[in-house]
């Protein structure tokens, strides 16, 4: 029998409080003191930081106390992968012979697994170019999306080892979640490029109305 020490809601809570709270006051200060505010930077950086503890909550909480010696040996033995894509092979080979046969319940755990680390870092892809210059290219962007999937991966590993957690750290799940990164950075281009078109209309509509 084990309990959650650290909630996963309480995290995102206290995460996202703590920020509201912090960057309040910072701003507060700037405008007393007549200093420029750019409030599309804030808005995008407030968007980041959501996102930020949403995945660290997500992938990290809840933190757990009295696991049983078995499984925590257990975790210890299968707490870590290195071998790329071997898990998801497993996953794809247990399909009808896992969970009694049901290979329907098992293509969705390996579709919940998979595309759920694909779809988690999707929003990194898009949100870091808009949110720091020095994201503006594919290689950068990936990179730092790898940079992040594998702090996570080592810290759920520490958890492992202190048994607060039954996670497995998965090489899988970093090019799982470089893949994610991948995908919404071209999201990102399309969107880029879809609002310049758009632009192009309007500057275009307007000048022909006031012809």
Request: with cysteine.
């Amino acid at each position: 029998m084990y309990y959650a020490l650290i909630d996963n809601c309480f995290f995102a809570l206290f995460g996202t409080g703590i920020y509201c709270a912090v960057r309040s006051i910072f701003l507060c200060i700037r405008h007393k003191k007549r200093l420029p505010i750019h409030w599309l930077a804030e808005t995008v950086q407030l968007f980041f930081v959501f996102y930020i503890v949403f995945v660290v909550s997500v992938t990290l909480f809840p933190l757990m106390f009295g696991i049983d010696a078995p499984m925590y040996l257990d975790s210890i033995r299968h707490g870590i992968n290195v071998i790329p894509l071997i898990s998801i092979i497993r996953e794809f080979g247990s399909i009808g012979t896992a969970y009694s046969g049901d290979s329907l319940f098992m293509i969705e755990l390996i579709l919940k697994n998979v595309g759920g680390n694909i779809l988690l870092f999707v929003p990194l892809g898009i949100i870091a170019p808009i949110w720091r210059g020095k994201f503006q290219t594919f290689r950068a962007t990936v990179f730092f999306g790898l940079l992040v999937s594998i702090a996570i991966e080592t810290l759920q590993f520490i958890e492992i080892l202190f048994g607060t957690s039954i996670r497995v750290a998965d090489i899988d799940d970093v090019i799982c979640n470089g893949a994610g990164a991948a995908l919404g950075y071209l999201f990102y281009k399309i969107l880029i490029k879809v609002v310049r078109v758009f632009r192009v209309k309007l500057s275009h509509q307007s000048e022909s109305a006031s012809m």
